[in-house]
């Protein structure tokens, strides 16, 4: 079965500081994966994507992840921190061989203090 | 350009109602999907259309979820005799190229109540 996990339910950095965001996944084929910022009372944001290629992928604001095989995972980054960065982030994956829909994670909330 | 819409915003209704929720894709978007949110948690899918064609519907709950897009473009999502389990954000997310990894566009969702 495919699935998300964003450990931290939680995450606080100080403003000028790298922030990582993490996210493991489990399908059983190859992955689509995904980054996805949700601030309040708005829809989901799209952020960036791993289809293929270069495991480090860049999006939006400034933030990129790494996609890593071998550990499963698809951490999100940014190399220095924004209040305004402060929001909740989703992490998804499809499963390429299983079909359309996204699996979410269930979030992590980014507090990013001044 | 004009992103995903839905409507209403926000739904109360008395439990065994029946609700309805609208979606507008992003035009040109051939396939759209319906997510479920409860409160703290991620996204949960429903269902996915191509076109009209509903192509998955294994995330629907129950047979009181029903969903159509009789011409390819708005899609509505019923809900027959609303119960407090169905309280939650309803999203709709649109997208172009599904099959390459397109990403998905969503709306800002329907917050249903179920007094």
Known sequence: AQSVAQPEDQVNVAEGNPLTVKCTYSVSGNPYLFWYVQYPNRGLQFLLKYITGDNLVKGSYGFEAEFNKSQTSFHLKKPSALVSDSALYFCAVRDVQAGTALIFGKGTTLSVSS | ?115
């Open chain 2, 1 to 115: 350009g004009a992103g995903v819409s839905q409507s209403p915003r926000y739904k109360v209704a008395k439990r065994g109602q029946d609700v309805a929720l609208r979606c507008d894709p992003i035009s040109g978007h051939v396939s759209l999907f319906w997510y479920q949110q409860a409160l703290g948690q991620g996204p949960e899918f429903l269902t996915y259309f191509q076109n009209e064609a509903q192509l998955d519907k294994s995330g629907l709950p129950s047979d009181r979820f029903f969903a159509e897009r009789p011409e390819g473009s708005v899609s509505t999502l019923k809900i027959q005799r609303t119960q407090q389990e169905d309280s939650a954000v309803y999203l709709c997310a649109s997208s172009s190229i599904v099959a390459r990894g397109g990403e998905q566009y969503f709306g800002p969702g329907t917050r249903l109540t179920v007094t």
